[in-house]
């Protein structure tokens, strides 16, 4: 297994276990109380040109898109003064290449490019509402590139640390929410033919904090059951076709794949950690699943299937949006699970690595006096986000989970 995957996993299994020791599930978990995540809109620029192609190719133009996109996806506020956070920055779209080679003929072609980042951030307060912070530490970029017509590089993947340096200024609204104008640097790498890579933004923080006496008691005067823990078993198929996930994934709400799964079967634990008074729940679980592709192709019975299994721990955001006697009813997304997966090209297609992200959406019920019996439907993908530089994700079809909880 993936050396990084298993310290990751290791990670998550102690605080899980720190997590699941909560009785009082109606309050915010204490690895929680004092994170953040942050959602940051605005302009990067990399000015990439001519210098990194690759010799014997021509630039004839090049286009770098600016909108861009910075997630903090876990930060913790060590005191008002100090954090540290993970964080992913992305272009809405891609650098796009026009180029030619030892032939006259104009070829085009895109360049993917992401940043993640592990950083520390010192506060210095300037009020009541208003404060500065400085950002510094590790950065990891990660470049995709490509090749021409007859598999010669043009430019080359990309992946290595660098340093990784910011500033912004933020604004108070409440205990949860602050507004935000945020910068980051990090610099160009004359090796990877990488040029330099600014981040400009604005966007809102979110910190989870802990629910009051008052708060705590309006949940519990609901009388809703919330089940503590659950198992459930799963069946994929295809049979329905990938509909469901093409529709979605137009939507921009889900994510595709290259390699099609055809069927599988999976097992799944789960464990609520938290709960609102009627609408929001976050989980964590385990999941073990065995594959089978559709094949490459465009048939459905293609001979040359293979198999490969995964093996994810992975948080869920629940709503629960109906209460009533017969049964609760919710939607959930899962988003950036940990995940091994056995094989890194699956029908032709290049994963990248072992360690990947499983994702999940679906709608389910709890159902019995007790809320002892569960059923969902749920499509899904796997794929790791970019984090390296090949990426061809996994698309799973519809799949039916039963479950049993206690």
């Not at 809405?92 to 992401?114: C, F, K, P, Q």
């Not at 490969?308 to 629940?318: A, K």
């Not at 059923?375 to 994700?393: C, M, Q, R, V």
Request: with cysteine.
């Amino acid at each position: 297994m993936n050396f990084r995957l298993s310290i990751l996993l290791f990670v998550l299994f102690v605080e899980s276990g720190q997590i699941f020791s909560q009785d009082q599930r109606a309050q915010i978990p204490s690895l929680l109380q004092k994170a953040y995540f942050e959602v940051n809109i605005g302009s990067v620029d990399f000015p990439f040109q001519a210098s990194s192609l690759e010799p014997g190719f021509s630039l004839v133009s090049v286009q770098v898109p600016h909108p861009a996109v910075r997630l903090v996806l876990f930060g913790y506020e060590f005191n008002k003064y100090l954090s540290a956070q993970l964080s992913y920055m992305r272009p809405v779209s891609w650098v796009r290449y026009r180029y030619s080679g030892t032939e006259s003929r104009v070829h085009e072609r895109t360049v993917w490019m992401n940043v993640g980042g592990l950083t520390l951030k010192p506060t210095l307060p300037l009020g009541k509402r208003w404060s500065v912070y400085g950002e510094a530490g590790l950065g990891l970029i990660t470049r995709h590139g490509f090749s021409d017509p007859y598999g010669v590089p043009v430019v080359l993947n990309a992946q290595y640390g660098t340093f990784l340096w910011g500033a912004g200024l933020k604004y108070k609204v409440n205990n949860h929410w602050d507004l935000q104008l945020c910068s980051d640097y990090s610099p160009a790498n004359i090796t990877y033919k990488q040029p330099s890579t600014t981040y400009i933004g604005a966007g809102f923080v979110y910190k989870f904090g802990t629910f009051n006496e008052k708060q705590l008691q309006k949940t519990a005067q609901t009388g809703f059951i919330y089940p503590k823990q659950w198992l459930q078993i799963g069946y994929t198929s295809n049979l329905a076709g990938y509909g469901i996930n093409n529709a979605i994934t137009s939507a921009y709400l889900f994510w595709g794949g290259d390699a099609e799964v055809k069927q599988g079967i999976s097992i799944n634990y789960q464990r609520n950690i938290f709960h609102g008074a009627k609408i929001f729940a976050l989980d964590w679980g385990i999941n073990a699943s065995y594959w089978q592709t559709k094949g490459p192709g465009p048939g459905l019975d293609n001979p040359n299937k293979e198999t490969f299994f995964t093996l994810s721990v992975f948080p869920v955001f629940r709503l629960n949006f109906l209460h009533s006697k017969p049964l609760d009813a919710y939607f959930y997304y899962s988003v950036a699970g940990p995940t091994y997966i056995s094989k890194i090209i699956i029908d032709g297609n290049n994963t990248g690595d072992h360690f990947t992200f499983q994702d999940t959406m679906g709608a389910g019920a709890f159902f019995g006096a007790n809320r002892n019996f569960n059923a969902e439907l749920k499509i899904g993908h796997y794929s790791n986000g970019n984090t390296f530089p090949h990426n061809d994700a996994v698309k799973i079809p519809l799949s039916l989970l039963v479950g049993y909880s206690f």
